[in-house]
C-alpha cells in the first residue's frame, strides 16, 4: 500500500519568500507529525495533529511556522518570511492513533529538503 | 524531560564484524522503544521496537532489549554487511503521549 508521501522533495528559495510543504499520511492514519532534520542535527519535533486537531504547537520554532491539516489527512507546513536557518530536511510522520503501544509506529515519509538562499 | 543518548559516531566496521550501537534513556513511566534507520537519500524506516521492560525487538538480524534496569536499548548485530550502512536513530515515546524524543542518529558505515 502507499506510504507516507510528501512534496515538493526539494524547495530552493530565496531568503524572506513563504513557503508551504505538503504531507499526505497513510490512509486511516488519525495522528500526524513534523519534524525538522537539520544537518549533523537529529530529528526536532514540531508539531502533531490528532485528527485535524494540533493540541500543542510549542515546537514551532517560530511564529513564523504554522501547519494545518485538513479532512483528517492532507498537512501543509508553512513558512512565512524564510530564513537561512530554516535550511533544513523537513519529515512528516503518521501512525494509527497516539497512545496504544500496538499504535505507537510512526511511518515516515521521504522529507522535503528546503534550501534558503 | 524525556530524553534519548546515543553513542556519536561515525562507526566504521568490516563486513561480518560484530555491531554495537549504545541508547540509553530517561523517561518517566514506562515509553515504549524504537530504532529508526535511515538509509542514504531515503526517508526513515522503522527497524524495531519494544514496549515494555524486558521484550527484545528484532528485525533483519538487528536486536535490541528494552532494559529498564540500565534505561537502555543498545542495538546489536552479530555481522554486518555493506547494505547496513546507514543512519540508526533510538526513539522513544511515553505511553499515552504524543511527543516522540529521538537521539541525534549514529552513521555507520560498512567497509567490503
Known amino acids: 500500500g502507499a506510504g507516507v508521501s510528501q512534496s515538493p522533495s526539494n524547495k530552493v528559495t530565496e531568503k524572506g519568500k513563504d513557503v508551504e510543504l505538503r504531507c499526505d499520511p497513510i490512509?486511516?492514519?488519525?495522528?500526524l507529525y513534523w519534524y525538522r532534520q537539520s544537518l549533523g542535527q537529529g530529528l526536532e519535533f514540531l508539531i502533531y495533529?490528532?485528527?485535524?486537531?494540533?493540541?500543542?504547537k510549542s515546537g514551532l520554532p517560530s511564529d513564523r511556522f504554522s501547519a494545518e491539516r485538513t479532512g483528517g489527512s492532507v498537512s501543509t507546513l508553512t513558512i512565512q518570511r524564510t530564513q537561512q536557518e530554516d535550511s533544513a530536511v523537513y519529515l512528516c510522520?503518521?501512525?494509527?492513533?497516539?497512545?496504544?503501544?500496538?499504535?505507537?509506529?510512526?511511518?515516515f515519509g521521504p522529507g522535503t529538503r528546503l534550501t534558503v538562499l | 524531560g524525556n530524553s534519548v543518548t546515543q553513542m556519536e559516531g561515525p562507526v566504521t566496521l568490516s563486513e561480518e564484524a560484530f555491531l554495537t550501537i549504545n541508547c540509553t534513556y530517561t523517561a518517566t513511566g514506562y515509553p515504549s522503544l524504537f530504532w529508526y534507520v535511515q538509509y542514504p537519500g531515503e526517508g526513515l524506516q522503522l527497524l524495531l521496537k519494544?514496549?515494555?521492560?524486558?521484550d527484545k525487538g528484532s528485525n533483519k538480524g538487528f536486536e535490541a532489549t528494552y532494559r529498564k534496569e540500565t534505561t537502555s536499548f543498545h542495538l546489536e548485530k552479530g555481522s554486518v554487511q555493506v547494505s547496513d550502512s546507514a543512519v540508526y536513530f533510538c526513539a522513544l515515546v511515553s505511553s499515552g503521549t504524543y511527543k516522540y524524543i529521538f537521539g541525534t542518529g549514529t552513521r555507520l558505515k560498512v567497509l567490503a
Open positions: 510522520a503518521s501512525s494509527l492513533a497516539i497512545g496504544g503501544a500496538d499504535t505507537d509506529t510512526q511511518y
Open positions: 519494544a514496549t515494555k521492560a524486558d
Open positions: 490512509s486511516g492514519h488519525t495522528a
Open positions: 495533529f490528532q485528527g485535524n486537531s494540533a493540541p500543542d
